[in-house]
């Protein structure tokens, strides 16, 4: 079991501490806080992985801190990447790197040997992007939870948003969604914390989608949720095919999507409506503008044609446009 020594000495490399640190220790013990795996938003389901530190113990659980090398990680990574798709190995390897980062902090190493490793990358996925007509067969077919699909479709929030969503979070007369927590599923557990980039931010909702929330509201209080289960707990994710979501989209005729893909379809519908990278950065809660270019680069080559065809109309007004135009004619 990986265990450390509480007060071990920081001046030299022998005196550092004894072995990593992670599981069946004090809950007090600062590096437990650093795992993923224990109260992360971004720890790994239980059908990816039954924990990242499966990967960990193993390999690392005997070893003493101060004798971890570069080189030892990097063919860690490697060869576990041969075994595993780059999502899960990303975070077992993120597992291993965090507790090296507070001993670090700590002053018990002087660098992590864990950064700078050569990592494997994601692979790209093509997203699906839904239309107008599919999103209202999609709605349609989910009954009841059919609203909760058109805010998904056309607000871009994350699931975890828009399951967390409190009524007191609506602004009926401005159109405006608060996005402030984000209900996310660890384990067998529902955990609120605060939106993934952890900045709220106000959403716009069409006004088509007005009263399906206000009806949604109706007998509630500020605090209940917008969108709860039939026990009035936080909707949970389909997992493995099964629940009302797949149903869903079996009964709308559509391939095989996930939630998820609704945010794609948001983003993909307000470009359509000529929203700018900037508005879209802001309905989806993305840091930066660059990083939606990024996710969504593929929406955005209309608009470099666009722009090829007004630079075009530009020069075909000047001197030289017209004597190209002359010589073509010719």
Partial sequence: MLSSTADAEIASPASRPASLPTDGLPGTWPYRSTLPCSHSRTAARP???????VAVEPRWG????????????????????????????????????????????????LSNPARGINLPRKTKKEHVYLT??????????????????????????????????RVKDLDMLRRRIKVTVNAVEVGDRIEVGTPKTHKRRSVPFP??????????????????????????????????????????????????????????????????AGANVKAVQRMLGHASASMTLDVYSDLFDDDLDAVAERLDQGLAHTVVGKLWASRAAT
């Fill in 47 to 53: 059908s990816v992985w039954p924990s990242p530190l």
């Fill in 62 to 109: 005997a070893r003493k801190v101060s004798e971890i090398r570069h080189s030892d990680v990097q063919t860690w990574v490697s060869d576990l990447s041969r075994e595993r798709g780059a999502t899960t190995m990303l975070r077992v390897y993120g597992v291993l790197a965090a507790i090296l980062d507070v001993a670090v902090k700590d002053r018990r190493l």
């Fill in 132 to 165: 107008h007509d599919q999103v209202s067969a999609l709605a349609m077919a989910a009954g009841d939870r059919g609203t909760l699909v058109l805010t998904l479709a056309y607000c871009g929030l994350r699931w975890g948003e828009a399951v967390g969503l």
């Fill in 207 to 272: 006004a088509l989608l007005a009263l399906p929330l206000a009806q949604q509201c109706e007998g509630k209080s500020g605090e209940d949720l917008v969108f709860s289960s039939r026990h009035g707990t936080h909707e949970r994710r389909s997992h493995n095919g099964h629940g009302w979501f797949p149903a869903a989209v079996a009964a709308a005729g559509l391939p095989a999507i996930t939630p998820h893909t609704l945010r794609h379809t948001a983003a993909s519908l307000a470009v359509s």
